[in-house]
Structure formats: structure tokens, C-alpha cells
């Protein structure tokens, strides 16, 4: 199975700040990496898909980058509604495996 | 608009089976693929299986020996069959429209594994 290792485990940032969560993968999965937002008591919300497109809807603070096989989700301008859990999901092959989490917190 | 929407047992009993209904709506099963995922309390997301829109099936394969999924197509549903149960299998478990990433999920259903 590919493994998704999440980086931070946690993060406690500013509101305005810019943050940035990584996903590095064990192989090239190309661009078959999606990211999600989970908030308490709730079911994950897409965010990218295809490592850089915006999901319908995701406000345009929300972007995805790559870089051979590490994959980033940064939040321009970090909001209050932004807070939760954030996953990396890749999908390249089977079974899809997502990584570990980041919980993202205020500062 | 596309929902799906998860039903079942809340609590199940050790070494039994587990079984759960994913009704959909505003899409077609033959056209859409549908994948199972769970996440114990406060732990992470793991992928179970999904179904194909052809009606095919893959399974993890830390469980493809204890879990079925098939569907209803005429009924808009998917249904998830797991046996022998035990305490870890106690999660939220969600169904989510599978276009190789998630775009639409359920609500959740919570199964506990408790006698």
C-alpha cells in the first residue's frame, strides 16, 4: 500500500496567517491526491482534487501544490471557520490510503 | 442535489455482523461508484471498499475477508456486510460518491461493538 505521511501532526496558527500542510507520498502517485477538511461531529468536505483544482464552492484562500511527490494544501489568510482536521487522500492505486491528519487550531 | 445518506444498528455485538444501508439520491448507481470509509473515535480515516458503477467491488484488504458490498440499483442503495466483529471495528462509518477522490458524503452512522 502507498503510505501518506502528514506533516504537522498539529499546528496552531494566527488568524491572517498563512498555513501550510504536507503530504508526502511513498511513490509517485502523480496528480491522484486530494485534501479534506473535517470539522467536529462532521463528515469530510473536499477541498482539492487532482493536487491543485478547487472543489466547487471551497473559498479561493484554499490552494494545492506540487512538487514530485510531496503535495501541499495552503490557506492563504487562515478564518476562523477554517479550524478542524485536514487529511491528503491519495487514489493513484488501490486502496486508497489518506494520511495521518493535521489539526489545525487558533493561536 | 446529490445526497447519501447512511442507516443501521448503532450497536452490534461482539463476533456479529454489521450491516449498513448508503441510500443515494440525485445520481444513478450505474453511472457512480460508491466507497465505504470509516474512522474509529478520534482516530483518522480508513478506506473499506467501494462499488463500482459496473457493479464490480474492491475491498481493503486488512478486512476484504470479512466485508461484502453490493447494491440495489432500482432502489438507489448500497449496503455494506462485515462479520465478526470485535471492539476495534467501533467507528463512524460514512459512504461517499468515489470519482477517485470524495466529493459527496454522507452524514455518518455511529456503530459501537459492545455486549
Known amino acids: 500500500d502507498i503510505q501518506m505521511t502528514q506533516s504537522p501532526a498539529s499546528l496552531s496558527a494566527s488568524l491572517e496567517e498563512i498555513v501550510t500542510i504536507t503530504c508526502q507520498a511513498s511513490?509517485?502517485?502523480?496528480?491522484?491526491l486530494s485534501w479534506y477538511q473535517q470539522k467536529p461531529g462532521k463528515s469530510p468536505q473536499l477541498l482539492i482534487y487532482?493536487?491543485?483544482s478547487l472543489a466547487d464552492g471551497v473559498p479561493s484562500r484554499f490552494s494545492g501544490s506540487r512538487s514530485g511527490t510531496q503535495y501541499s494544501l495552503k490557506i492563504s489568510r487562515l478564518q476562523v471557520e477554517d479550524i478542524g482536521i485536514y487529511y491528503c487522500?491519495?487514489?493513484?492505486?488501490?486502496?486508497?490510503?489518506f494520511g495521518g491528519g493535521t489539526k489545525l487550531e487558533l493561536k | 442535489q446529490v445526497q447519501l445518506k447512511e442507516s443501521g444498528p448503532g450497536l452490534v455485538q461482539p463476533s456479529q455482523t454489521l450491516s449498513l444501508t448508503c441510500t443515494v439520491s440525485?445520481?444513478?448507481?450505474?453511472?457512480?461508484?460508491v466507497s465505504w470509509i470509516r474512522q474509529p473515535p478520534g482516530k483518522g480515516l480508513e478506506w473499506m471498499g467501494v462499488?463500482?458503477?459496473?457493479?464490480?467491488?474492491d475491498y481493503n484488504s486488512a478486512i476484504k475477508s470479512r466485508l461484502s458490498i453490493s447494491r440495489d440499483t432500482s432502489k438507489s442503495q448500497v449496503f455494506l456486510k462485515m462479520n465478526s466483529l470485535q471492539t476495534e471495528d467501533t467507528a463512524m462509518y460514512f459512504c461517499?460518491?468515489?470519482?477517485?477522490?470524495?466529493?459527496?458524503w454522507g452524514q455518518g452512522v455511529m456503530v459501537t461493538v459492545s455486549s
Open positions: 487522500l491519495q487514489a493513484y492505486s488501490a486502496p486508497p490510503t
Open positions: 462499488i463500482w458503477s459496473n457493479g464490480g467491488t
Open positions: 487532482g493536487a491543485t
Open positions: 461517499a460518491r468515489d470519482g477517485h477522490y470524495f466529493d459527496y
Open positions: 511513490q509517485d502517485i502523480g496528480n491522484w
Open positions: 440525485g445520481l444513478s448507481l450505474t453511472s457512480n461508484s
